[in-house]
């Protein structure tokens, strides 16, 4: 009885272990984006569902947006939502324009989006490569 309950504990944190990665790598997975001269920012590859759907509201509702200040309202949280640094937020980024350069922050967005152009891709040509496997059942005949 005691090796069953001892076995249940290791399966249960093995479990518990899978679920606190998943929890971590939303706050944790980033890449550099090289911004040129040495400087680079951290954008996240792993956002949650809501930061996700945040997201893709977003940048539909800015491709419609004819208002500037809007715009660039909704550039910013889209910023703050993709940056891995948590002091890189829409207010900073609203408040502090003189501060940075906007082909830099034009920079941030286009690189999150090529990071995720380019996870797309990867993903179909992994499944093509593995649906290449799979044997043709459709048979001889003809249709």
């Known amino acids: 009885m005691e090796k069953m309950t001892a076995g249940m504990r290791d399966e249960e944190a093995r479990w518990s272990k899978e679920i606190t990665a998943l929890e971590t790598r939303v706050h944790t997975e980033a890449v550099e984006i090289d911004l040129g001269s ?9 956002l949650t569902g ?3 759907k945040r997201l893709d509201t977003l940048e539909k509702a800015q491709a419609l ?3 500037a200040d809007k715009k660039e309202e909704m550039a910013a949280e889209m910023i703050e939502i993709v940056t891995l640094n948590p002091l890189i937020t829409k207010e900073w980024i609203l408040e ?3 501060k940075y350069s906007p082909s830099d922050i034009l920079r941030v967005l286009l690189g999150f989006m090529e990071v995720r152009i380019q996870e797309r ?5 992994r499944i ?5 496997f799979l044997p043709d059942t459709r048979g001889t005949e003809l249709r």
């Open 38 to 46: 040495g400087a680079s920012i951290a954008i996240r590859t792993c």
């Open 96 to 98: 502090n324009k003189d």
């Open 121 to 125: 891709t990867d993903r179909v040509k």
């Open 65 to 67: 947006e004819q208002d």
């Open 50 to 52: 809501d930061e996700g």
């Open 128 to 132: 093509r490569s593995a649906a290449s």
